[in-house]
Structures are given as structure tokens and as C-alpha cells.
């Protein structure tokens, strides 16, 4: 289910994220809401992928602002001096004042890059790095995904729980009716109905915790979807589409490509490599085109200064070639070089920590899947008990003690199936996410 649809609502995504981070947000979810509807708003307005995006566009810019180095620099500039003191020289016998109190400029330049292996770094570099930006988006799609899944599913299991306790409830009000009404005719003493008494008021003030949670639980699947506190909604879903979608085939092989995250390592070795590159080239030398248009102004008066203009121009080429830096080339190359062994064993470590994860989450997911056919047969048993003796209660022949032993183990056995079916349910996300399936 989760790679259908994360990938149908990825593509949504994506289409937005092109747009601008800044489009109007969708319409505010109300009323009741699947797991499809609450993680389709939430892959749009959740804190962490709104982050991620803007992160993306951050990143972009600055591989823009770094390749523009290859265009031309057109620059304006301008300057003004008055001179206090003309300089002044001796030729001859004569004592002569060179210059104009008042002079000014303004240049006209172009510089063209035309080799830099600056530049060369960026071009090479650039696509492996919106690479990486994709990727972290896509990483925290998939953690997103998780973290409101599992917030959905554990108000699935309060509502579940609290539709058990109220059923109980139910029970045990009949039963402390029926004990007040054999207590009032003689039939048995007064601990029966004592008894009931005290199991019904446990039970409502389980009830009762279990209703308090709600909004605790409910503030924080909001936090995780970026939804306003105020709005109101409530979660749905169809037990019997989720129950059959508790098995998934758990032979399928583990492939470390898979994963989000060993792809960002991959392609940060990848940049590794390439600054290894870079560091070598150092000894390449940087050659640029230049041209400027310079309009020179000198006058007596201030007021004159700009009556008449006296222009120079010129083009030319810079051939920048380095010689020797004391060292600093050999040790910069060293150090890329370790940066390329280290994360040659970073990427190998990521390699075994996912290969421990996929086998604890494959050995969690196997073992709860167990524990709930175990879990859903005792509960069953548990009811069968629970409706005999009730039958042998009413008939006489059982005690009130058995079956408020009865009652309490077949709430146990209720509660306990309910747990084990969520604890399936986000084991299995889990094992989804070791594999790199949930995309």
C-alpha cells in the first residue's frame, strides 16, 4: 500500500516543491480522515519537509551563485578626489606643479573567466549535489511517512481500546444489576455485589484515561502534519483492508542501493572523490579576458570638472600560473586523499548498521506476527470461556469470583489482541523501511 501510494503522492510533491514552497497551502483537513488523506496532507505541509524544501532551493541558489562565475562580470565604478597638494617637481631650474585640483573617473569593465579550476570544481560537482538535495527531501519524505504513521496508529489503538472498555462496561453494568437484584432477593449475600461495584468503577476509570489521552495524541499527529491546533478531525479506517495487510512477503532480499540514506553516502564519496581531483589540480593555471572603458575628468573649478572628458581604454588577457606555496598543495591533496579512505569506510559501517537494522526489524516483524496469532486465538478461547460461564453464573453454578476472573482475563486477552495487531502494523513500517521500500 505504502509504495502505490507514496509514490503517486511523491510525484505531487514534486510538482509542487518546482513551483515554489511559497503556493497557497491545501485545504485544511476536516471531518474523518484515512492514513491516504492524513499523509497526503502531510507530505505538502509537514514542518520537516517544508524545511527540506527550503533547504533544496538554498542549495540550489548556491550552485547558481557558484557557476555564475563562468558568465561575464560587468562592473560600473566611479570615483572623485580633491587634491589639497599638487605634487610638485624640479626640471631644470624650474620648479614646476603637475595635476588638476579636481579630478574624477568612471570605468566601464568586463572580466571574462576563461580557465579556473574553481569553476571546473563547480561544473563537475554541481549535479551531484542537487543529488544530494533530492535525496534529503526524499529522506525526509520517508521519515515523515513513518513518524505519522505510526502517530495514526496509535489513536487507532486508544479508539480501539476505548470501544473494548466500553463494551466491558457495558458487561459489568448488567452485571452489577443483576448481582444488586439476586442481592435484594436473598440469593446471595452482599460481596457480589460489592465486587461488581468495584470492577465496574476500575473500569471507568480506565476508560477515563484512555479518553484524556486523546487530545495529547491528537496534538501531536498535528505537530508531525503541520496542521493548525484549532481545526478538528478525526481518524477512520477499515479494519478488515488493514488486517489483511498485515502480512508482506519477508523473503524479499535486502539491497543496500535501496536505501535513501546509502545513496546520500554513495554520492557524498562520489564529491570526495572529485575534490580529490580538485586538490590536484592546483598546479593549473587561471587565465581571464578583461576589458574596460575608463572616462578620466581633471579641471581647475569643481563646477568645470565635467565639461570635458578624456577616455583611455584597453583589453587584455591574465595568465595567473602558481609556482610554489610552501607545502600547501601537497598537504591539501593528503588531506582529500584520507577524506576519500575515510568515507570509503563510512559508507562500508552504514553498509553493516542497515544490514542490523533490516535483521532486527525482519526478527521483530516475525516474532509479533506470531505473538499476534498466538495473541488472537487466546482471545478467542478467552471468549468462549468468558460466555460459558457466564451462562453457568446465571444458572447458579458457577461463583461471582469466577466470573470476574472470566471478564478480567477476556478484557485482557481484548486488549492485548489490539496491541499485538499495531505492534504488527509498525513493525512491519519498520521492516518497509530497512528495505528501502517506502519511497
Not at 581571464?288 to 573649478?301: D, G, T, V
Not at 581604454?313 to 575515510?342: E, M, W
Not at 489482541?417 to 521492516?431: G, M, R, T
Request: with cysteine; glycine share 4%.
Amino acid at each position: 500500500m505504502f509504495k502505490k501510494y507514496v509514490l503517486l503522492v511523491g510525484m505531487g510533491v514534486l510538482l509542487l516543491s518546482t513551483s515554489g514552497y511559497a503556493q497557497e497551502n491545501p485545504p485544511i483537513p476536516q471531518g474523518e480522515l484515512t492514513l491516504e488523506q492524513i499523509l497526503e496532507y502531510s507530505l505538502v505541509n509537514s514542518p520537516m519537509v517544508k524545511q527540506s524544501q527550503i533547504d533544496q532551493e538554498i542549495g540550489d541558489h548556491e550552485i547558481k551563485a557558484s557557476l555564475a562565475d563562468w558568465y561575464p562580470q560587468v562592473t560600473l565604478s566611479g570615483a572623485g578626489n580633491y587634491n589639497i597638494k599638487l605634487q610638485t617637481s624640479v626640471i631644470g631650474d624650474q620648479l614646476i606643479t603637475f595635476g588638476q585640483p579636481w579630478n574624477s573617473n568612471l570605468m566601464f569593465q568586463v572580466n571574462q573567466t576563461l580557465f579556473n579550476r574553481d569553476q571546473l570544481f563547480a561544473s563537475k560537482s554541481s549535479k551531484y549535489y542537487r543529488d544530494q538535495l533530492d535525496k534529503a527531501i526524499k529522506n525526509t519524505r520517508i521519515t515523515t511517512i513513518v513518524e505519522v504513521s505510526k502517530a495514526y496508529y496509535d489513536i487507532l489503538l486508544a479508539e480501539e481500546q476505548l470501544n473494548v472498555l466500553n463494551e466491558n462496561i457495558g458487561r459489568l453494568e448488567k452485571q452489577l444489576k443483576d448481582a444488586k437484584n439476586r442481592y435484594e432477593s436473598g440469593l446471595v449475600d452482599k460481596t457480589d455485589y460489592q465486587r461488581a461495584s468495584i470492577s465496574l468503577s476500575n473500569e471507568m476509570s480506565v476508560r477515563n484515561r484512555v479518553q484524556t489521552s486523546f487530545d495529547a495524541r491528537y496534538a501531536y499527529l498535528k505537530q508531525l502534519m503541520g496542521c493548525p491546533e484549532e481545526f478538528e478531525f478525526t481518524v477512520s479506517f477499515d479494519r478488515e483492508e488493514m488486517l489483511s495487510e498485515i502480512y508482506m512477503d519477508a523473503s524479499e532480499p535486502l539491497v543496500l542501493e535501496n536505501r535513501v540514506e546509502y545513496q546520500l553516502m554513495q554520492t557524498q564519496q562520489t564529491l570526495n572523490e572529485i575534490q580529490f581531483s580538485y586538490e590536484k589540480w592546483n598546479y593549473l593555471p587561471q587565465l581571464s579576458a578583461s576589458y574596460n572603458y575608463n572616462w578620466l575628468y581633471f579641471n581647475q573649478e569643481f563646477s568645470n570638472l565635467y565639461n570635458q572628458a578624456y577616455p583611455t581604454s584597453s583589453v587584455g588577457l591574465t595568465l595567473s600560473l602558481p609556482i610554489f606555496q610552501g607545502g600547501k598543495r601537497n598537504h591539501r591533496v593528503r588531506v582529500a586523499d584520507l577524506q576519500v579512505d575515510r568515507g570509503a569506510i563510512d559508507l562500508q559501517n552504514l553498509g553493516n548498521q542497515i544490514t542490523t537494522e533490516y535483521e532486527v526489524a525482519l526478527t521483530t516483524y516475525q516474532s509479533d506476527v506470531y505473538a499476534w496469532e498466538n495473541i488472537r486465538e487466546n482471545m478467542k478461547m478467552a471468549e468462549e470461556v468468558y460466555d460459558i460461564i457466564k451462562l453457568q453464573y446465571d444458572e447458579g453454578i458457577k461463583a461471582y469470583v469466577d466470573l470476574v476472573v472470566a471478564e478480567s482475563d477476556l478484557r485482557t486477552a481484548q486488549i492485548n489482541h489490539l496491541n499485538a495487531i499495531f505492534q504488527v502494523l509498525e513493525s512491519k513500517l519498520d521492516l518497509e523501511k530497512a528495505l528501502g521500500l517506502i519511497e
